[in-house]
Nanobody
Framework: QVQLVESGGGLVEAGGSMRISCVAS????????MGWFRQAPGNEREFVAA????????HYADSVKGRFTISRDNARTAVYLEMNNLIPEDTAIYYC??????????????????????WGKGTLVTVSS
């Protein structure tokens, strides 16, 4: 069972930057597509970004394009989300996710958010105005 542990959340002022991390417990993570989702109070969980196992393909939600960057370090079994120009609307619990399988299929699952196999417990990011 792959375990995903997020870290790096906290409080940041609007316009600031933050990087959150996710570390997987097993080496087979390096063959999985990975993604980030978020859930704001009163809202459904939504897709933020995804990255293929080789980091050759990335997808972003329109709301974060140009501000957020997803990356991974397979040697550390880690995936990162660099967030710049943060706005209060980015306040949410951010969840790491992992999906095995062929790249295109795994990326589709992550982008849709339906049927994702593995989830972390989340890290809270709060952006103050």
């Amino acid at each position: 069972q792959v375990q995903l542990v997020e870290s790096g959340g906290g409080l940041v002022e609007a316009g600031g930057s933050m990087r959150i991390s996710c570390v997987a417990s097993e080496r087979r993570f390096t063959t999985y597509a990975m993604g980030w989702f978020r859930q704001a109070p009163g809202n459904e969980r939504e897709f933020v970004a995804a990255i293929s196992w080789s980091a050759g393909t990335t997808h972003y939600a329109d709301s974060v394009k140009g501000r957020f960057t997803i990356s991974r370090d397979n040697a550390r079994t880690a995936v990162y989300l660099e967030m710049n120009n943060l706005i209060p609307e980015d306040t949410a619990i951010y969840y790491c996710a992992a999906e095995p399988g062929p790249t295109a299929q795994a990326m589709d699952v992550l982008t849709s958010g339906h049927g994702v196999d593995y989830w972390g417990k989340g890290t809270l990011v709060t952006v103050s105005s």
